[in-house]
């Protein structure tokens, strides 16, 4: 019959955690474009990239708007796992204060 307590690793939530942290950073544009050795994309493309081409200027747009949806979606990932971080500290936090408070 169980008394109630948690059997808890909580080296395998600090692992957990830190393999979280560690992954999160590697969503950051910055950490990606130094280590692909790539330029930060400009912020606005111009469409004389795309030299006397028609469409140039729909094109340049097409590749701006394509820049903003990955830097929105790094982000984006970088929080979640940001926030899966955070929780598993509340998690371990809160197993701490239940273990104290049953005098496990």
Request: charged share 30%; proline share 3%.
């Amino acid at each position: 019959m169980s008394k109630g307590v948690v059997d808890v690793s909580y080296t395998a939530l600090d692992e957990c955690r830190t393999r979280i942290h560690v992954a999160s950073k590697d969503f950051a544009l910055d950490e990606i474009l130094k280590v692909s050795q790539s330029k930060t994309p400009a912020e606005v493309t111009p469409p004389d990239l795309f030299g006397k081409l028609d469409g140039a200027s729909d094109l340049a747009a097409k590749v701006g708007a394509t820049w903003t949806a990955v830097r929105v979606e790094l982000g984006s990932a970088q929080r979640r796992l940001e926030n899966v971080e955070r929780a598993l500290d509340e998690v371990e936090a809160n197993l701490h204060k239940a273990a104290t408070a049953s005098g496990a």
